[in-house]
């Protein structure tokens, strides 16, 4: 059986409700070796995480490593970068071979982002269930 390759981080449970666990990340920047992060706020961030509830027993506080698959990663990549990039340059390319000016047709370009946004923002929920997460006790 082929194992999948996965993207594991730790992370904190700071809340557990009705089926849902969430698991706040602490990801470190490549300055955290920096000598005047103390006095900079972007040392580190906060991600917070949403995981459905796999039946094992929880607490607030705990440690856990928060688990996604690789492939995960890449769809996301795909649909929040690279897919959008391409819907601005095809836009470019036809609103050019239409003798708009650069300026309208770089404004159309952009505004076909809405459209995309939008759409990604009405199937939240199917993508939601699809982009889950997974915890285990360390």
């Known amino acids: 059986m082929k ?3 996965t993207i594991e981080h730790k992370g ?6 009705q089926g849902k666990i969430i698991v706040e990340l602490n990801v470190l920047s490549a300055c ?8 900079c706020s972007l040392d580190s961030a906060q991600k917070i995480i ?16 928060v688990i996604m698959r690789q ?16 819907i601005i340059l095809i836009a470019l390319i036809i609103c050019t071979n239409l003798d708009l000016s650069e300026g309208l047709a770089g404004l159309i370009s952009l505004a076909t982002l809405i459209p995309y946004y939008a759409s990604l923002y009405l199937f939240k929920n199917k993508l939601k269930k699809e982009f889950n ?3 285990e006790k360390i």
Not at 50 to 65: A, L, P, Q, R
């Open 71 to 86: 492939s995960l990663g890449k769809k996301a990549l795909f649909l929040g970068y690279i897919l959008p990039f391409f």
């Open 133 to 135: 997460f997974s915890i």
């Open 32 to 39: 955290a070796n920096c000598h005047s992060k103390s006095l």
């Open 12 to 17: 904190t449970i700071t809340d557990i409700t």
């Open 3 to 5: 194992q999948t390759s």
């Open 50 to 65: 949403e995981v459905f509830d796999n039946g094992f027993s929880y607490k607030i506080g705990e440690t856990v490593n």
